[in-house]
């Protein structure tokens, strides 16, 4: 079927913008076939079913809106106390004077604009490959887009142990950069990796990472986004799991005009885990979506999205969520749980959760809440001499722990903790 002219229009206009890198045979194939599939799809539209709460535009329009860059000063980085490889990545483009040996993590990692051009690369048999099969049945087009014309990203390929998390850290410092970053991580049977990402990235940032856990193998992936409040995201992370395997994902997000985050999860080992969490603290003009779906099709694995916001003074958050088992995956266990706090009448909150179940022995639940600051709890804290602004503060920390739990790591849970704190406390009434 065509697509509608106006559509058309905005994809043509948003490409003649970008040029597709050059690179081995492999690689220019993976970003053909990308590209292919975004001139079948389209770029989002707010007509389409799963943007209908979130307006693309500004992720779209051939130009990326300006993002004033915000000065941190004196303020400690974030994970600054965790013993990690550092890689930086400046307005999109790696910084290799400000990062750290790559060496010192203890598994293979490679730049892309690099390993593209290698003739023979085992990126061959993932790069965009995930992302293709996270087009169906929801189409992602700014996903495909990314895998066509990425710039810039790491190869990660873990065979063990890692010897110390590998940091992503994007800084920004161009008020009109546009970036683009496709990362692939390859975790061989048995691998364990922790991967933490940071920074405001961009002006306008589309990030791709697409996560390979092969069986007996565990990802751990927490990030935190900030903090030019002006700037714009559209994050993806497609993630495949196998037999016995762990995949835990969790995202602070504060600050940020627009950011949607989606994460496609699918099970093809038995007896594998997944985990996505998000906290996100939201004021004035402040849009964010959370859009996952977990694929489940293979036997006793265990899914849980747990997702909470903070919102105020007009800012919107959007959750929409999917659990989808399919018919041989029996003793499936999902679990999915949306809740926003609003702390005045001008914030809102959309929630889309979603089961479609075609086996009959399983446990799979969804909920989704919106509501004020409960009095009684207020009343009860101030009754007991804490001041109203510290009061609300504890009462919001308490809404947004259960997300927090989901860090397996205490410091890393210690680190997100004392951020949200700090915004808090920056606009405490």
């Not at 990362?183 to 405001?200: F, Y």
Request: net charge negative.
């Amino acid at each position: 079927m065509a697509l509608p002219q106006a559509k058309t229009d905005t994809t043509e206009a948003r490409l003649s913008a970008l040029s597709m890198p050059e690179g081995a045979a492999w690689a220019t194939a993976a970003r053909t076939d990308a590209l292919a599939r975004l001139r079948a799809m389209g770029l989002p539209a707010r007509r389409d079913e799963y943007w209908k709460y979130t307006r693309p535009d500004s992720l779209t329009e051939a130009t990326a809106p300006r993002a004033a860059v915000f000065d941190t000063g004196s303020e400690t980085p974030v994970f600054g106390a965790i013993d990690r490889v550092k890689l930086v990545f400046v307005d999109g483009v790696f910084d290799a004077d400000a990062s750290d040996d790559p060496r010192l993590a203890g598994v293979e990692i490679e730049r892309l604009g690099e390993a593209g051009k290698a003739d023979i690369h085992w990126a061959k048999d993932l790069y965009g490959v995930l992302e293709a099969r996270g087009q169906v049945p929801v189409a992602r087009p700014l996903a495909a887009l990314n895998t066509a014309f990425a710039t810039d990203g790491v190869l990660i390929r873990a065979t063990g142990q890692a010897e110390r998390p590998v940091s992503l850290i994007y800084l920004h410092k161009s008020e009109s950069s546009d970036a683009i970053l496709h990362h692939c991580i390859k975790l061989e049977k048995g691998a364990d990796l922790t991967v933490l990402e940071n920074g405001p990235a961009a002006a306008r940032f589309n990030k791709v990472m697409e996560v390979d856990v092969a069986d007996g193998a565990a990802f751990h992936h927490v990030r935190a986004q900030g903090r030019d409040h002006e700037r714009r995201a559209a994050t993806h992370i497609f993630a495949r799991l196998g037999e016995e395997s762990t995949f835990k994902s969790f995202t602070l997000t504060a600050n940020g005009v627009l950011t949607r985050n989606e994460a496609v999860v699918e099970f093809t080992g038995d007896n594998a885990v997944a985990h996505v969490a998000g906290a996100c603290v939201g004021d004035g003009d402040f849009h964010h979506d959370d859009t996952v779906f977990v694929t489940h099709d293979a036997v006793n694995c265990e899914s849980r999205q747990v997702f909470k916001k903070v919102l105020r003074n007009g800012a919107t958050g959007v959750f929409q969520g999917k659990i989808l088992v399919q018919p041989d995956a029996q003793k499936t266990d999902g679990y999915q749980i949306s809740q926003s706090l609003l702390l005045d009448d001008d914030a809102q909150f959309f929630a889309k959760p979603e089961l479609e179940i075609y086996a009959d022995d399983v446990a799979c639940s969804h909920g989704s809440t919106s509501g004020a600051i409960d009095d009684d709890a207020l009343f009860y804290l101030r009754s007991r001499g804490v001041p109203t602004g510290e009061a609300q503060d504890l009462l919001v920390l308490a809404f947004l722990a259960e997300a927090i739990d989901e860090i397996e790591d205490e410091t890393i849970a210690a680190d997100i903790l004392s951020r949200l704190e700090a915004w808090l406390s920056r606009r405490r009434r």
